[in-house]
């Protein structure tokens, strides 16, 4: 076979997946970036959810309140270390100060597995770290791929991180007995450090490429303040809509995330099935997610544009929250969970972070990290008072209307910010003074 012929056969398959053939080496790469990212992560999440029932389900809202108040110190960590190290430094030096945190759970769970403060300080840390690597990982995906490109390909990419999510919870039901929580933190900080293999292969192919020309060289400080983020978000209705769209997802994550708390308790009282039926909901949704994210979420994305990425879900959910309302049992919250996340997954995450795509530099590290990490937990310390007080004075069935409410406001937000994302190229945003 020649090489022309050789390669008019590939193209049914760079067609199938909206790629082209210099495209492909970025694919393979960011694939495996998010698929290593989200397999430590997802490793240590049914750890995680079975720590935050041993606590108590009441208590909840204290563990989320918790989480935020970290958020409230790390963001400024985060910002101050931005603005004084080379994007291309940046990431390497985040995911191994991670592993190295990591690293010291696993040894302080080794020598005291019981302690409660230590489960709970966990939980707080992973659930801050977790929105810190994946935020940060997107950053550089926003900053190496054109809005163009990241119509098509971000939904490959991300399938990657379904991948990963199927993978996580596989390997920590197996490795569980002979490792133990410590070894699997010390296997999870592994493929946090293999990732850093990946990041150095797209940042060699973006120069092999050329570099974009509405980005500054990725050698480059960012500088500006350890505030900047917020300072970019609180002088741009465009973030501010991105900001309100992320609290009104976080409103309906939590109300479905503490109704699962407390149906699981009620239905499995035993702390292993617990774990298992956390770990058996997570294989479901990654392994739905994958080939939506592979086959459809690009070529939605490119006929129907990003609206349809961000409304798609909100809707469905105000159907699923609806179900709820009238049989409150364990399938149907399972099917509504599955059914949610999957969509986050395929549609909505992929859709939100093509919304930086036109932005400048500031924005894609510093606001966007700040929305992901500062607004989201912020969301979900509001989120889990708020559940607290609704169910204070009602059943579950007014959390389930609740939550469709939110969802309505939830749709109307992506709606409008769809629509100004694909109505302009460059949607105007403040720069910092």
Do not use: C
């Amino acid at each position: 076979m020649t090489p022309s012929e050789g390669a008019a056969s590939r193209q049914p398959l760079y067609r199938l997946i909206a790629a082209e053939p210099e495209e492909a080496p970025a694919i393979v790469d960011g694939f495996m970036l998010f698929f290593l990212l989200f397999a430590s992560y997802f490793m240590l999440r049914p750890v995680r959810e079975t720590f935050a029932i041993a606590g108590g389900v009441d208590n909840l809202q204290w563990l989320w309140t918790g989480t935020f108040a970290a958020t409230l110190v790390v963001v400024p960590l985060y910002g101050w270390i931005a603005s004084r190290q080379p994007r291309r430094r940046l990431l390497p030096i985040l995911y191994v100060l991670s592993a190295a945190v990591m690293a010291g759970f696993a040894a302080s769970l080794a020598a005291d597995p019981g302690n409660v403060w230590i489960a709970r300080a966990f939980y707080i840390w992973l659930s801050v770290m977790n929105l810190f690597v994946v935020s940060i990982a997107w950053s550089l995906m926003a900053d190496l791929f054109e809005q163009e490109r990241g119509r098509r390909l971000f939904g490959q990419i991300a399938a990657g991180a379904s991948l990963g999510g199927l993978t996580g919870p596989l390997l920590s039901g197996f490795l569980i007995a002979p490792l133990g929580e410590p070894g699997l933190l010390l296997l999870s900080a592994v493929l946090l450090l293999a990732t850093l293999i990946f990041v150095r292969r797209l940042l060699a192919w973006r120069e092999r490429l050329g570099p974009r020309a509405d980005t500054p060289p990725a050698v480059e400080r960012m500088g500006g303040s350890v505030w900047a983020g917020l300072t970019l978000i609180a002088r741009s209705p465009y973030l501010l809509a991105i900001s309100a769209f992320v609290l009104m997802l976080t409103m309906a994550t939590t109300f479905l995330y503490f109704e699962q708390a407390r149906i699981v308790e009620e239905t499995f009282p035993d702390r292993t099935r617990q774990t298992q039926v956390f770990a058996a909901i997570d294989v479901a949704v990654q392994a739905s997610t994958i080939l939506i994210q592979l086959f459809l979420t690009g070529r939605l994305a490119k006929r129907l544009g990003v609206t349809v990425l961000l409304v798609a879900v909100p809707l469905t959910m105000m159907a699923g929250f609806g179900l709820l309302a009238l049989v409150a049992t364990f399938p149907v919250l399972a099917f509504v969970m599955i059914v949610r996340r999957v969509g986050e997954y395929a549609l909505v995450k992929p859709g939100r972070e093509m919304l930086f795509t036109t932005l400048d530099t500031q924005t894609k590290y510093k606001a966007k990290n700040a929305i992901d990490t500062f607004v989201y937990r912020g969301g979900d310390a509001i989120s889990g008072w708020v559940h607290t007080g609704i169910t204070a004075m009602a059943s579950i069935t007014g959390v389930a209307l609740a939550g469709m409410a939110v969802a309505a406001i939830w749709a109307a937000l992506g709606y409008a910010i769809g629509r100004r994302h694909e109505g302009k190229t460059t949607p105007p945003v403040a720069q910092p003074a």
